[in-house]
């Protein structure tokens, strides 16, 4: 079989192993993550059908590199900032006593001597970001205390590989010791080059891509930004990871942070998938039997040891015994930068041989495996309180008011609700809109309201109120359409077109609908009537009249037709006083559109 067709059906395998076992596996409550990993096993040790793990591994760890971009897009500096304590404090009393304790355990346990002792605990100290971000996005609590500090613990193990990787190197005894000095230069120097692009050429970038209007370019540019920042990471010694969440971070405070997240989910869900199950095509099976005894035992001891530990530090940081308990279930694995820390201390130092590495191997992936199984304990191990709600610590995201467009009407709209002290989430697809308002500081997000996925990354699960601003019909009617199937406990308020479509948004059955021309003409009228020498509280009444009218002539229209309620249309001066019903029906006027439901010219474009 030719190397193409060798690849497609190595690609049809993985995806058909995706599609088979994980419905099976989530019908079973067992988790996504466990089916994948049960269809590696199948796929690679059981059927032999693909060959070539690590290169599957290999190209799948992009999965990885697209889920920490996510996370970074959702993390401002500031927020970053906040989380110092957590990152460089418990994370890294994580690493060292985690490390320490399961070197202690690798000693006694005959497994390897004391230097390769050291590099076997710090290894299994680190967790796997991959399987314990995922299970927090399937449980909705990356945004929980506990979630934020799970994720500080795995931020700072995703830096501790470069300092263990140099580690080997001073443990090897019989090589110089290289100077780290120049490495370290590099690092730093590539990761101030992430921040520099990040904030000064990513936006501009996106912004010349988003005016041309052309969609599969903003995706090839995403793609581009996150896989360049990776591989530049990885040239300066760091992990591709870190380079990903770096170049999202800089993005989070981008009005195309949603956009962007929206177009990379779908690549970062199929390439995660396919990582765990290339985790499953590398387990080998005959290390396992060979060693079967060593490892049933210390799969488990390892895993109660970085726990209890984990939960310690946990608690002495300040966590509540739930949220302690939570993070010691989620992060008591070993880690994918195991695979790459064991190869590199059997192949180039010989401070363990071979075999002991590949049992190291198959220790981290069957305790991969036990995570949700360690997950689900854990939840069971918490006493009983109200559930944890979400923090809303990113701003632009989780708000109470959705809204989407933002032009001459939704900037009104919005100055109201934010002169309340309410937060709003603004999203708009026009790039030059967003130009326009973030020259005035306002804080608008780019991105197609139409689009499901764009509008769960901008926070609609946690929205109360949708506001529909948008001025073309057939957008506005998308948008009520999709928000009323896919997330019915969100209110809708909405800006119709015109009379005729406040209308059908009333069968339609949103929650409230307003026709931009409506009040600007009461107004309009009422301060002409005044200019005319009509008493501003006469006016008023006027002004009120007519809105009854208008309103219990579009309940009627509702019910029986276009045409229903025209006797209640002022045609003539009303004599002698101006309230009162006229006496016959009414004639329309050829530019009274608004009133009687005439087309209206293309609206004024912002």
């Avoid at 690590?54 to 889920?67: K, R």
């Avoid at 390439?271 to 049933?296: E, H, P, Q, T, Y």
């Avoid at 701003?395 to 900037?411: H, N």
């Avoid at 709209?413 to 308002?437: E, H, K, P």
């Amino acid at each position: 079989m030719s190397a193409p067709n060798t690849l497609f059906t190595e690609t049809l395998l993985l995806l058909g192993g995706a599609v088979v076992t994980a419905p099976i596996f989530k019908k079973l409550g067992l988790g996504t993550v466990l089916g994948y990993l049960a269809a590696g096993v199948v796929i690679g040790p059981i059927l032999h059908s693909i060959g070539d793990s690590e290169a599957v591994l290999a190209v799948a760890e992009l999965g990885v590199v697209f889920l920490l971009f996510i996370i970074g897009l959702e993390l401002k500096p500031s927020r970053l900032w906040q989380m110092r304590r957590d990152i460089f404090g418990l994370g890294t009393a994580q690493v060292v006593f985690s490390g320490l304790a399961l070197m202690v355990a690798s000693y006694l346990g005959g497994i390897a001597g004391w230097k390769g002792s050291i590099i076997i605990g710090f290894g299994l100290a680190l967790s796997s970001t991959a399987f314990a971000m995922q299970i927090l996005e399937q449980q909705g609590d990356v945004n929980t205390k506990y979630g934020q500090r799970s994720f500080s613990v795995l931020l700072l193990q995703d830096l501790a590989i470069v300092p263990l990787l140099a580690l080997i190197t001073v443990l090897d005894g019989a090589k110089e010791t290289a100077n780290p000095l120049p490495s370290l230069a590099i690092a730093v120097g590539a990761v101030a080059a992430m921040i520099i692009a990040g904030r000064y050429l990513l936006t501009p970038l996106f912004q010349v891509i988003a005016r041309t209007g052309a969609r599969e370019a903003m995706i090839a540019a995403a793609l581009f930004v996150v896989m360049g920042s990776a591989t530049l990471m990885q040239l300066a010694g760091l992990s591709m990871a870190m380079g990903a969440f770096l170049s999202g971070v800089m993005l989070a405070e981008s009005s195309y942070r949603h956009e962007l997240e929206a177009d990379i989910e779908p690549f970062r869900g199929v390439l995660l998938a396919i990582f765990f199950i290339a985790v499953g095509l590398s387990l080998k099976l005959d290390v396992i039997l060979d060693n079967w005894l060593m490892i049933l035992l210390a799969v488990p001891v390892m895993m109660v040891i970085k726990a209890v530990v984990i939960y310690t530090l946990c608690r002495v940081a300040g966590s509540a015994h739930n949220d302690a308990i939570r993070i010691a279930g989620l992060l008591p694995q070993g880690g994918e930068f195991g695979f790459v820390l064991f190869s590199a201390a059997s192949a180039s130092s010989g401070l363990f041989s071979a075999n002991t590495a590949s049992m190291l191997i198959a220790m981290v992936t069957l305790s991969m495996a036990l995570t949700p199984l360690s997950s689900a304990l854990a939840k069971r191990l918490v006493k009983g309180d109200a559930q944890e709600e979400l923090e809303e610590d990113f701003e632009g995201a989780g708000s109470d008011v959705l809204m989407i467009g933002f032009s001459r009407f939704g900037q009104i709209a919005a100055q109201i609700l934010l002169a309340s002290g309410r937060d709003v989430t603004v999203i708009d697809f026009s790039a030059d809109r967003i130009r326009q308002a973030s020259s005035f500081g306002f804080r608008i997000y780019f991105g197609d309201g139409t689009r499901k996925d764009v509008l769960r990354s901008a926070g609609i699960d946690r929205a109360k109120i949708v506001v529909v601003s948008t001025h073309l019909r057939d957008v506005t009617d998308k948008i009520v359409e999709l928000v009323q199937t896919d997330y019915p406990h969100a209110r809708i308020f909405v800006r119709s077109y015109d009379r005729v479509h406040s209308i059908e948004l009333r069968h339609k059955g949103v929650d409230y609908e307003l026709r931009e021309t409506l009040e600007s003409g009461l107004l309009f009228g009422r301060r002409t009537l005044e200019a005319l020498g009509v008493s501003e509280a006469e006016a008023y009444e006027i002004g009120e009249d007519i809105r009854k009218r208008d309103e219990q002539r579009l309940v009627l229209q509702v019910s029986e037709g276009l045409q229903a309620g025209t006797d209640m249309l002022y045609s003539r001066p009303v004599k002698p006083e101006p309230l009162v019903k006229p006496k016959r029906a009414a004639e329309t006027y050829s530019d009274a559109d608004d009133l009687v439901a005439l087309p209206q010219e293309e609206p004024e474009r912002v």
